[in-house]
């Protein structure tokens, strides 16, 4: 089981989200779906009954979610996800990249256009038509092998510039790696000296993308993607979230923001069978931190 899952929040179009994914992404398919109970809901969650609440789906074996609710979040740039396209293992990769790219602006908008870059020979940042963020890159084939997925976390707002002390905090927290191969040699904007243009993180074999924003942005990390931590036990879920949980406002149903923001779904490696049991969603819907014992 992947330990930590990308969710992504739909506004009523999750199961559409994903078959799309399904048809433009390479190795890309739809794995399970989840429904919410046909009873039992909360008032603000009554027009779901029956519906969708979770579809699985993955991009060339990395998981995803997507949520399907309503228009309280949307996805945006403070977290995107890389898609490596290497030519050492894609004769075609630039092509096929191509492609993809054409599929995902169709409805949505670039945000950095395709072309040249002095990082990547052929890249573009799209934001597609649900408002997920893809940075789709043509990799250097003589650089070290990176998965075809890769989350990238982007500091901006109050939290910028702490792109580095994040890779410390997860590191150390998740006993992982991390380094910074690229950093702001003067000021730009808002990217202090040193601050990080671009770093790494692996994460319980999961690689993740950190960058310090050298500009002011409209939004920062959110609900609109949260990350899903999937613990084994009750002692394991008990020990990250104290450690990742610093706002007490956003904690509800196993949900948790961090230090930086950052959304955190904190979740029992089990739970798809304990929400099997009669009366679950009801009690999920009680908890702050998901006590696996109560349900």
Not at 84 to 92: E, K, Q, T
Not at 111 to 126: D, I, R, T
Not at 237 to 244: F, G, H, T, V
């Amino acid at each position: 089981m992947q330990k930590i899952v990308p969710n992504l929040w739909f506004d009523h179009t999750a199961a559409e989200a994903a078959a799309f994914y399904a048809q433009v992404l390479p190795n890309t398919r739809v794995t399970g779906t989840e429904h919410y109970p046909t009873e039992g809901l909360l008032d603000f969650q009554a027009e779901f009954a029956g519906s969708e609440l979770v579809v699985n789906f993955e991009v060339d074996g990395f998981a995803f979610a997507g949520i399907n609710a309503g228009s309280e979040f949307k996805p945006n740039p403070a977290i995107s996800f890389f898609l490596n396209f290497d030519p050492s293992r894609d004769p075609d990769a630039r092509a096929h990249l191509d492609e993809v790219w054409s599929a995902l602006v169709d409805g949505g908008m670039e945000l950095m256009p395709l072309g040249e870059y002095p990082f990547s020979p052929h890249y573009a940042w799209v934001q597609d038509r649900y408002g997920v963020n893809w940075q789709l890159m043509l990799t250097n084939p003589a650089g070290d092998p990176r998965p075809f997925v890769v989350p990238s976390l982007m500091f901006t707002g109050p939290v910028r510039n702490r792109a580095e002390e994040a890779i410390g905090f997860y590191t150390d927290l998740f006993g992982g790696t991390g380094s910074v191969p690229s950093r702001y040699e003067q000021q730009t904007q808002l990217a202090a000296p040193g601050s990080v243009t671009y770093g790494e993180m692996n994460l319980f074999g999961q690689w993740f993308a950190v960058m310090d924003s050298p500009v002011e942005h409209p939004f920062n990390f959110d609900p609109g993607v949260s990350l899903q931590l999937n613990c084994a036990g009750q002692a394991e879920l008990d020990r990250y979230w104290d450690a990742l949980s610093t706002v007490p406002e956003a904690e509800q149903c196993g949900w948790c923001a961090d230090r930086f923001g950052v959304s955190w779904q904190v979740v029992p490696d089990n739970l798809g069978e304990l929400m099997a049991k009669p009366g679950a969603y009801a009690k999920l819907m009680e908890m702050k931190k998901i006590e696996p014992s109560a349900f």
